[in-house]
């Protein structure tokens, strides 16, 4: 029997315009723009970066549509500079590469996206070829951002838990992530995909969004409330575990019960952030490489928040990443949140 390796990573394809903006102007009013940039989004594209950045020493593959154009060219030739995998990343001959204008506030990171769907929308099933994958994880976000894979399936519920139980039927673990979408879609669009995951990874939003709980009351974090959501989510089917970040650091909660958190990194208050941008997806890289190598969950923890600490480095969604042990030397350096 062969000896599965690497990630296979699918879903949205992005090119992010990052802007850093003075400040959010009211409707109407004027912000300052002091730079732009180019950068990857989405998660398989974030996450297969991330990975490759971090030094991940298995196989990364690429899965999803983008447009025939500059903007689809420029994704596949970044992961051709980052030993991604391109054979799976299709090229639309009718929609444009997705986009999204990331407006950053330079004096505290906070970001405000405005999306172009593009080919992302057309995704579907017949874009996935699980059975000539030899990856041992296949990892699917955003569920909430594309429009194919979130409609309803009379089968397994949504198109994406078709999608993600063909995945499992071939061999492979699975593990997704959402969006931080502000609607009421979270429950009938997220619960029916976790009867085919093994690794639930989100943030505290998504989480009390999906579960109806109130995870965060104003800058508190309630970790009753956070625990007894993704209790919920195990018990929607979660095989192995459910993975939440947070401001705070991170937590695990398996089916046999264990409880794992790790706090994060306690970075300078000046100077050190220039944008939370695709943070949440170095958090699931880190979690990621661990999990596929087969880390203990404190440790996959830490790989998480060391890798969302590093991005945060940088404007981009991936351009703070730096090798592993790097990136937990920032944990060494600063130390971490009790």
């Not at 009718?94 to 769907?117: C, E, I, L, P, W």
């Not at 502000?182 to 429950?187: E, G």
């Not at 794992?260 to 941008?277: M, N, R």
């Amino acid at each position: 029997m062969s000896i599965r390796s690497g990630i296979l990573a699918g879903g949205n394809w992005i090119v992010d315009a990052v802007k850093i903006i003075d400040t959010w102007p009211q409707q109407d009013a004027l912000a300052n723009i002091f730079s732009t940039s180019k950068g990857t989004g989405g998660s398989p594209f974030n996450i297969l970066v991330d990975l490759a950045l971090m030094g991940a020493s298995f196989p990364l593959h690429a899965a999803g549509l983008v447009g025939g154009d500059d903007n689809g060219q420029w994704i596949v030739d970044v992961c051709g500079k980052n030993r991604i995998n391109t054979a799976a990343l299709l090229r639309s001959p009718d929609a444009a590469t997705s986009f999204t204008d990331v407006m950053t506030v330079k004096a505290n990171g906070r970001r405000t996206f405005f999306h172009a769907r593009g080919a992302n929308a057309q995704l579907g099933p017949e874009h996935f070829d699980f059975a000539g994958s030899k990856a041992r994880i296949f990892h699917l976000g955003y569920l909430l951002l594309l429009d194919r894979m979130d409609s309803p399936d009379a089968t397994h519920g949504t198109v994406a838990a078709g999608v993600l139980a063909a995945a499992q039927a071939a061999g492979l673990k699975t593990s997704i992530d959402c969006v931080s979408e502000d609607s009421d879609r979270f429950a009938r669009v997220v619960l029916p995909a976790l009867k085919h995951v093994d690794y639930c990874i989100m943030n505290e939003f998504e989480a009390g969004r999906c579960t109806g709980r109130k995870v965060r009351d104003g800058e508190s974090l309630d970790r009753v409330e956070l625990r007894a959501a993704m209790q919920i989510l195990l018990d929607a089917g979660v095989r192995e575990r459910v993975v939440v970040h947070f401001p705070e650091g991170g937590a695990a909660l398996g089916r046999d019960g264990a409880w794992d958190e790790h706090g994060s990194v306690i970075l300078p208050a000046t100077g050190y952030i220039k944008g939370a941008a695709g943070a949440g997806d170095a958090f699931a890289a880190g979690v990621l490489l661990g999990w596929h190598e087969g880390a203990s969950v404190r440790d996959q923890l830490r790989y998480g928040v060391c890798a969302a600490a590093a991005n945060l480095s940088d404007e981009t969604c991936t351009g703070g990443l730096q090798p592993l042990k790097q990136c937990l030397a920032l944990g060494e350096k600063f130390g971490f949140r009790g």
